[in-house]
């Protein structure tokens, strides 16, 4: 009876993990890239300008990373739960590495936010002159950037993990893993050249992500996992 109930769970925990992963690529195309790129000029008067003009399209900015850091965290947990019964401190490794790289890249949406303390007037800020201000505003931008960029390598690490889990599962496509731990690795070497020899950096490092990413959701979706085949591990796993 127990297993009966078990088997549908961890098919719709796929699909669930599946929409999740829509809703972070869509999210984080938002919060990490369109709408901050709408905002930030190499000119810092144009940047406090632009924040000033349309602040709630900025702090939706933020509001999308929100929506996507909740996903990131869901799916977290909902890997390791699919993915304990291959290797179960691999599976935790790969939960941790995820949740430290959710985390770390909240500390740079934290520069994202900031400067809609200042931008727009505040009679605290008087005393800076509105050349202090733009300068301000365009220097938290800069550090939510690099921030962004430098603890990269703990997504790629998650990524790697989960792609060696799903490789080794039987209960996905190997292809599959294949795919995610390229990305992974794609990240890595993109936050180890940023750091290391930024002239060699490249966001094309971060192409074999978005393949990989995009094949895996698209599959988490339409198709799941092979529950039986799950549920085949699990026993073999409870029974070491």
Request: aromatic share 14%.
């Given at each position: 009876m127990l297993r009966m109930m078990r088997a549908p769970s961890i098919g719709r925990y796929a699909r669930i993990a599946g929409v999740l992963m829509v809703l972070t690529m869509i999210f984080g195309y938002l919060g990490e890239l369109y709408i901050p790129s709408q905002f930030i000029s190499t000119d810092a008067a144009t940047t406090a300008q632009r924040i000033a003009s349309a602040p709630l399209l900025y702090r939706?900015?933020?509001a999308a990373y929100l929506?996507?850091?909740v996903c990131d965290v869901a799916l977290s947990l909902l890997f390791y739960v699919l993915l304990r019964p291959v290797q179960r401190p691999i599976a935790?490794?790969?939960?941790?590495?995820?949740l430290v790289s959710t985390a770390l890249y909240g500390v740079a949406e934290a520069f994202y936010f900031i400067p809609t303390i200042w931008v727009g007037g505040a009679a605290f800020m008087q005393p800076f002159s509105p050349e202090q201000v733009n300068a301000l505003t365009l220097l938290s931008l800069k550090i939510f950037t690099r921030v962004g960029w430098i603890f990269l390598a703990l997504y790629g690490i998650a990524s790697m993990?989960?792609?060696w889990l799903i490789y080794r599962c039987g209960f996905l496509p190997r292809a599959l893993g294949v795919?995610?731990?390229l990305g992974g690795a794609g990240f890595v070497a993109r936050n180890m050249t940023f750091v290391?020899?930024?002239q060699y950096s490249s966001t094309l490092f971060l192409a074999p992500m978005a393949l990989g990413g995009l094949a895996l959701t698209l599959w988490m979706v339409l198709k799941g996992v092979d529950v039986a085949a799950w549920e085949a591990r699990a026993e073999g796993a409870r029974a070491l």
């Amino acid at each position: 009876m127990l297993r009966m109930m078990r088997a549908p769970s961890i098919g719709r925990y796929a699909r669930i993990a599946g929409v999740l992963m829509v809703l972070t690529m869509i999210f984080g195309y938002l919060g990490e890239l369109y709408i901050p790129s709408q905002f930030i000029s190499t000119d810092a008067a144009t940047t406090a300008q632009r924040i000033a003009s349309a602040p709630l399209l900025y702090r939706f900015g933020f509001a999308a990373y929100l929506v996507e850091a909740v996903c990131d965290v869901a799916l977290s947990l909902l890997f390791y739960v699919l993915l304990r019964p291959v290797q179960r401190p691999i599976a935790l490794a790969a939960a941790f590495f995820g949740l430290v790289s959710t985390a770390l890249y909240g500390v740079a949406e934290a520069f994202y936010f900031i400067p809609t303390i200042w931008v727009g007037g505040a009679a605290f800020m008087q005393p800076f002159s509105p050349e202090q201000v733009n300068a301000l505003t365009l220097l938290s931008l800069k550090i939510f950037t690099r921030v962004g960029w430098i603890f990269l390598a703990l997504y790629g690490i998650a990524s790697m993990l989960r792609g060696w889990l799903i490789y080794r599962c039987g209960f996905l496509p190997r292809a599959l893993g294949v795919l995610l731990m390229l990305g992974g690795a794609g990240f890595v070497a993109r936050n180890m050249t940023f750091v290391l020899a930024p002239q060699y950096s490249s966001t094309l490092f971060l192409a074999p992500m978005a393949l990989g990413g995009l094949a895996l959701t698209l599959w988490m979706v339409l198709k799941g996992v092979d529950v039986a085949a799950w549920e085949a591990r699990a026993e073999g796993a409870r029974a070491l």
